[in-house]
Every structure is written in C-alpha cells, then in structure tokens.
C-alpha cells in the first residue's frame, strides 16, 4: 500500500484496488505506456483456457488475446517449461535437443524451401532480422510496406509501421501500398479484379523508386492485416505482388506474428490462403509460438540464409532458441495438434461469422464482417453507403461489453473495427454468449 498512499497525495481520492494499481502504473511507466480499457482499466490476477480473474476473482471472457494462444496457462505448456527449466536454461552455442526437435516440427508445417529457422525472443525482433537478412541478400534497402501496417516497435519497424506514425518518417525509402482492403479500401468487392489492381499499385511503387534509381529489398505484409483492420487479401493478391517485387530484385516477408499457427483454421499459416502456388521468401513469427512465453522465429530459404552467412558478421542470440523456450515452443506445438485446434477455429469461426452475419441483417450499425477461422473482424459504420466510421460507437461497445464480463477490443485506422482474436479453445458457447451481447448493446446503441 506505500505505493498507493504515494499516489492518494497527488489525487486526493480514496483509490479501488485496481484504480490503485493503474495510477501507481502512470507513475512508474508514463501515459506513452498504455492499458486496455484505460478509463476503468481492469487488474488481472490469474487465467485459464479463454478466461481471466481480476483480484476480485470475477471471471471474464477473453476474446482479446492471440498471444495465449492454446489457451491461458496450458497445464501442457506450463509442464514443458517448468520442467525444462528445473534441468537447465542456456543460450544456443551449446547443443541441445530442443532447439534441433523444435526447428524440425515447425518446418514440417511450412513449404519445403522454407528450411532455415533464426530463433529470436518477440515479434518485433524476428521483423527486424528479417528486414536485415532481405537488406543482406539483396543488396537494396528500399522496403514497400502497407498502409496502415505495424510490424514492430523497434526503430527500422516503426519506419515501416504507418499505423503507429500515422504518416512515415522516411516515406521515400519506405513507401507504403493501399491497403489491400476490399471493404473500404481503393478497390473493393465490386471491382473486376482488385488482387491485380491492388498489385499493380505495387508496381507503380516500384516503378517510381526504379525512375528515382532506387532499388527494392523487400515487400513486408501481415498475411491478414490485423491493427490495419482484420482486413483479408483478395486471392492471388500475393502472387502478383511477389512477381512484381522479385523482378525487381526484391523479397516478400511474410508476417504472421499475429495470425499464424493455426488461426486461421483451414491452413497452418494465413499464408496459405493465397494458394499453394504462393511462398514468401522470408516468414516471421511470433505471440502465439510460446503461448506467452516470449518467443519469436524467423524462417527462410538456404540462399538467403547462405547470403546472411557471406557477410562475415556472426549471428548470436542470447536467449533465441533456448531449451526453455523450444520445450514450450514444442508443446505449444502438440496442443495445436492434440486437441485439433484448427479444426475448432475452422467450427467455431464459421457459426461466430453466421451469427454476425444475422446481427448485420438487424442493425444497420454493422456495415461489414470480414474473416477466417479465429480472426473475425466487425466493422461498425453510420452509413453503409459513405461507410462513415462509427468510431464512438465501437469504443461504446468495447466498454459496454465488459460491463458484461468480456473483453474484447476495437482497432482499424478508424478504431472502428470490432476484432475477435481470442484464445484458440474458444467454444461455440462463447460465440453465443458474446454475439448475444452485442445485440442487447446494439439494440439500445444510436449513432453518437
């Protein structure tokens, strides 16, 4: 309680344990630091399966976190880790079984030529050595990127993260794409073919870097645009763009930090839904590999993993690829597997997207449902013909929602964007109880 006194002199009010622990937060880490739900933020005490506990012991559904991805405190995960650690946690330069077991299993879930693996510690990490082993291979620098992108928090990230700048520091070097959104974007359903109007803009990327004797690394892409707006490619959309970049001397970066492994259901990576006749070059990964436990990997080809090696500096992580973590990053692995997890994403994706799709029929508020298996997205519009975006009226659902003991969030350039990304152990009861929510605050919800 020192903590809270401390803080109680400065808001001379009597403080809730959870108001409490979020001021003394501010105090410590500042507002550039921020919470869910940050007017009436929620302390979490404990998890499992799809739900948290706050200190009060109430129970919430979590339709929020990709990172838990198996679901919170897998009693399998929770073994592997705990076990491995009781013999021994050292870094990559001694042998070990784990990391050679680990490296086998997750290849075998991607196409052939993908068969060298960099193991890092989160997903920004493994972006960002993606980034160099392009810049290293190529011999280029330029990297095209996507409106509305976020591939990370460290520097050469934000600079290709116009979601969290808004604009870009070094848009010349870094030019950004439309978005390949065919909902609100600059094609949309309508459109003959917008997977090769969306492409050739990245052409004309291209194009114009090539006029300006600028020459193209990589092309980076969440595989489905999750901060941009859970925004699904059009099919054949990555092809063109591959073909496009590799003529020009160039790479595609896969990036399924946030919908790999199952997500999306029908294939192991979101990757695949483009076709099996598409492979990225590079392929990054990270949140739900170590269901929490912080983890990340980059996976590419021998040649441009042979070309990283002819640069005569060594690649060394500290605690990439540790026992530790491949042991959780194993069993992480086995759950998938065991308990068919693709398969409930497939089930319970399609019956959640049937039930928004009746709630769109009733409330003229929902303009779009768009998705895959676990990663669903609602957006929320004041007219379906300007596609305003109802960006209050998210934010009211979102607050409204865990007045009912959900959590779920809202993002997209407007914030209006309703996203399911939950645990992969959500049920078909879950969807029921949430989508029933969501009516009961749609049907007293006004244009705001």
């Known amino acids: 309680m020192y903590g809270c006194h401390k803080i109680l002199r400065y808001t001379h009010t009597c403080l809730t344990s959870h108001q409490c622990a979020a001021a003394h937060r501010l105090r410590i880490t500042r507002p550039s630091c921020k919470i869910f739900f940050s007017h009436d933020p929620i302390k979490i005490v404990r998890a499992k399966g799809q739900y948290m506990y706050d200190e009060k012991g109430q129970r919430y559904l979590d339709c929020i976190n990709n990172v838990a991805h198996v679901g919170h405190c897998h009693p399998d995960v929770v073994k592997a880790g705990a076990e491995q650690m009781e013999q021994l946690n050292t870094n990559s330069r001694f042998l070990h079984d784990n990391l050679v077991l680990f490296a086998q299993k997750l290849q075998a879930t991607l196409p052939e030529r993908l068969s060298v693996c960099y193991f890092v510690n989160s997903g920004s990490e493994a972006n960002d050595l993606a980034l160099r082993l392009a810049w290293q291979y190529t011999n280029n620098r330029d990297v095209i990127t996507l409106e509305n992108a976020y591939h ?229 519009v004041r007219d379906r013909t300007k596609l305003t975006p109802a960006t209050a009226e998210a934010q009211e659902v979102i607050y409204r929602l865990k007045e009912e003991h959900i959590l779920l969030s809202a993002d997209g350039p407007h914030r209006n964007v309703l996203k399911f990304k939950p645990p992969m152990c959500f049920s078909v009861e879950d969807a029921d109880l949430v989508v029933e929510k969501i009516d009961l605050i749609l049907t007293g919800t006004r244009p705001l």
């Not at 990964?285 to 021998?302: F, Y």
Request: some cysteine.
């Open 152 to 380: 990370g928090h460290v520097s050469s990230l934000i600079d290709i993260s116009p979601y969290k700048l808004q604009h870009q520091s070094d848009v010349e070097h870094n030019p950004s794409a439309p978005s390949p959104d065919v909902y609100r974007g600059k094609y949309r359903a309508d459109h003959a073919d917008p997977a090769t109007a969306y492409a050739d803009e990245v052409k004309d990327i291209i194009d114009k870097a090539h006029s300006k004797r600028r020459k193209i690394a990589a092309f980076i892409a969440e595989s489905l645009q999750s901060c941009g707006g859970q925004v699904i490619p059009p099919a054949g959309y990555f092809q063109q763009v591959a073909k496009h970049v590799r003529k020009a001397g160039g790479v595609f970066i896969a990036d399924e930090v946030q919908v790999g492994f199952g997500r999306v259901g029908s294939h192991f990576w979101a990757f695949q839904l483009q076709g099996d006749d598409f492979v990225p070059d590079i392929v990054t990964m990270g949140k739900p590999i170590g269901n929490g436990h912080p983890m990340s990997c980059v996976v590419t080809t021998k040649e441009v993993a042979e070309a990283f090696m002819s640069s005569g500096m060594e690649y060394f992580n500290t605690f990439g690829g540790n026992p530790v973590s491949c042991a959780i990053g194993l069993a992480v692995l086995d759950v998938i597997e065991k308990e068919d997890l693709r398969g409930n994403a497939v089930r319970v994706g399609r019956h959640l997207t049937h039930l928004l799709e009746k709630q769109k029929e009733k409330h003229l508020l929902i303009g779009d449902i768009r998705g895959v298996g676990l990663f669903v997205g609602v957006e929320l």
